[in-house]
């Protein structure tokens, strides 16, 4: 295919603004798709829950072919996520385009997290192709959304195209635009040296690891010897082909090109996303001599969270899942990890509160598990007094008090669009997490957006529902990762009659220690059962209580069958009852029940 005639774009848009229905719209008028196989909406929503929640969790590219103006075209489409738990594949996809159309609901307007997606394209240079769909519902305020466009990212009202993709109209306008608004890849021969940016790996159960690439230069067919230069692995390619929407292998793959590489590699960590396949082409050139593509990092998990069986016997079954998931998903990260309330289970790594709750339902439901998750939490880096520097993800993970120089916690820039007349109850909400007012900008009369720097901690577990809460379900939100910033954290112990409870200690700002300390041990005052000794539930850092609630015990009524006679009866049954309870308390164990562990977890209430 002449490079000239390729158009590589995305579609950039929130959550149910409908880029999976225009997607779908795409593949019928360019015949890629016959309108007897479109057995469901979202075509290019593979997985149960995209459907059923109507978001894109993976990537999707597909390549579709259409005549204009008397000339073939291929128009490589790019379905990328829309969340921000997986902002590093959209990156790594906006790097794999030229041009990207933004879709924003008639209806609801610009959000936040498709603002930050679309100056996420620019900073990559994409044409941008402005499109406002839903115009069919009655709701819809065409003029009203698309001034808002305007006013947000300087693109001319008489640039935007109104469409409806569920009734097909004017979509043809939109393939007309991106073949006469986006460039063309730059020119590549194919002889030179084979550069291609991988910006997704899955693996196929009958394939073994597929990479998805888009190439740079040279071209790439069934034999050829390439390296990943990051990994430095090297394999012999056993498959090219292009995505129509299902693999359909080919003789090559040329410059410009998006396609597939099937690698024959047993785990997509041999091949992550952003790294670059590379061959000498008829250069001559060696491995070590060639420049990666810009833009490679290793993703980090910044979310933790334990994953425990309701059954203990699961345990070896939950192992088998996660090894099976992590074969796909090369950012999750899992360890094993020990409760004394719910036994035993694994310490998961996540790249957000999505990418968690994702992979605890595909647990459930691919794999038949009854799962215990605990409240998320971050990971930190503690600095030691010898200039150590050691990463941990829970409290249990801190050396020795006497030798923490410092401990760093993960931030990030948040911003939150919201109508006007809730801008003082998310300034309440946000400085109360210990948040940074940092900007503040109004994109038309009664919507704002509201910049803010915030500690990933105070955000990871019910933040989202409290923003939905104060702002009556209007704000939208979006969050990027910034650093590791050093704070005045220490770490929290919960005792319960005098015994550390490690699966309850917290890591937190010593500013909060007493509040939040206070608010748990009387949440833990009401959920642990009362035995025949008085039950002490303290929160202390280090030897220092801050807060402290008693458990009355059970007392048993022993004098009630005395009658009559001198009062020393009474006094001696009571004594022997007090010396009872009092070689109970030596003696006892407190049992916390699972349910008050998880309650404390969760921060219900």
């Not at 640039?159 to 991106?178: C, H």
């Not at 080919?250 to 952003?274: D, F, P």
């Not at 009355?552 to 022993?558: E, I, P, Q, S, T």
Request: glycine residues 8%; contains cysteine; charged residues 25%.
């Amino acid at each position: 295919m002449n490079q000239k005639n390729i158009r590589n774009f995305c579609i950039i848009a929130h959550i149910d603004h409908g880029k999976s229905t225009l997607a779908d719209r795409f593949l019928e008028i360019t015949s890629t798709v016959a309108k007897r196989d479109m057995k469901h909406a979202q075509l290019l929503d593979t997985m149960d829950i995209e459907q059923e929640r109507g978001i894109t969790i993976k990537l999707q590219p597909v390549r579709m072919e259409w005549e204009y103006k008397g000339e073939n075209y291929v128009l490589n489409l790019i379905d990328t996520p829309g969340h921000v738990d997986f902002s590093y594949e959209v990156s790594r996809s906006l790097a794999a385009c030229e041009g990207a159309i933004l879709v924003v609901d008639a209806t609801q307007g610009i959000e936040a997290q498709t603002l930050a997606i679309c100056y996420m394209a620019l900073d990559h240079d994409l044409e941008i192709i402005p499109v406002l769909n839903k115009i069919d519902l009655p709701s819809a305020d065409v003029e009203g959304r698309a001034k808002e466009i305007e006013d947000a990212l300087g693109i001319s009202v008489k640039e935007i195209v109104a469409v409806s993709a569920k009734d097909g109209t004017n979509v043809e306008q939109v393939l007309a635009q991106i073949v006469e608004k986006i460039p063309a890849p730059k020119e590549a021969k194919e002889d030179d040296e084979l550069k291609a940016l991988i910006f997704d790996s899955v693996y196929d159960p009958y394939k073994g690891v597929v990479t998805y690439i888009r190439l740079r230069s040279g071209s790439i067919k069934k034999g050829t010897r390439v390296t990943f230069l990051n990994t430095k692995k090297e394999i012999d390619v056993l498959e090219v082909g292009f995505f129509r929407p299902k693999y359909e292998a080919a003789s090559q793959l040329g410059a410009g090109e998006v396609g597939y590489v099937v690698t024959g590699l047993k785990s997509v960590s041999e091949a992550k996303v952003g790294d670059t396949m590379w061959g000498p082409g008829k250069t001559g050139k060696e491995s070590k001599d060639a420049e990666s593509l810009a833009g490679y990092k290793t993703v980090r998990p910044f979310v933790f969270a334990g994953v425990f069986c309701t059954d203990a016997d699961d345990y070896s079954l939950l192992r088998e899942a996660l090894n099976k998931l992590q074969i796909n998903d090369s950012a999750l990260s899992f360890e094993p990890e020990n409760s004394g309330a719910l036994g035993h289970g694994f310490r998961c790594g996540f790249l957000g509160l999505l990418h968690m709750e994702i992979v605890q339902e595909r647990l459930e439901r691919e794999y038949n598990l009854n799962l215990i998750v605990t409240a998320p939490s971050v990971s930190y880096i503690v600095l030691k007094s010898d200039g150590e520097e050691i990463m941990i993800s829970s409290p249990a993970g801190l050396p020795d008090p006497a030798t923490i120089e410092g401990i760093k916690e993960p931030w990030v820039k948040i911003e939150i669009l919201v109508p006007k007349e809730f801008v003082g109850a998310i300034m309440t909400l946000c400085s109360e997490k210990r948040g940074v007012s940092k900007n503040m900008q109004y994109l038309d009369q009664s919507r704002v957006l509201m910049t803010f720097e915030l500690p990933l901690a105070s955000i990871v577990v019910d933040f989202y529902d409290q923003l939905k809460s104060v702002s009556s379900g209007y704000a939208s939100m979006n969050y990027e990762y910034l650093d590791y910033r050093q704070e005045n954290l220490v770490r929290m112990d919960i005792l319960v009659a005098g015994d550390k409870v490690d699966a309850l200690a917290l890591i937190l700002h010593k500013d909060n220690a007493f509040y939040v300390g206070r608010d748990l041990v009387k949440r833990l005052k009401d959920l642990i059962p009362r035995a025949n000794f008085p039950i002490s539930v303290q929160a202390a850092i280090g030897a220092n209580i801050i807060a402290r609630e008693t458990i009355a015990a059970y007392r048993k009524d022993v004098t009630a069958g005395l009658y009559g006679g001198d009062i020393s009866r009474k006094k001696k049954v009571l004594a022997k009852q007090k010396k009872g309870k009092k070689r109970a308390k030596m003696m006892g164990k407190v049992e916390m029940p699972q349910e008050a562990f998880l309650a404390i977890l969760k921060k219900d209430g």
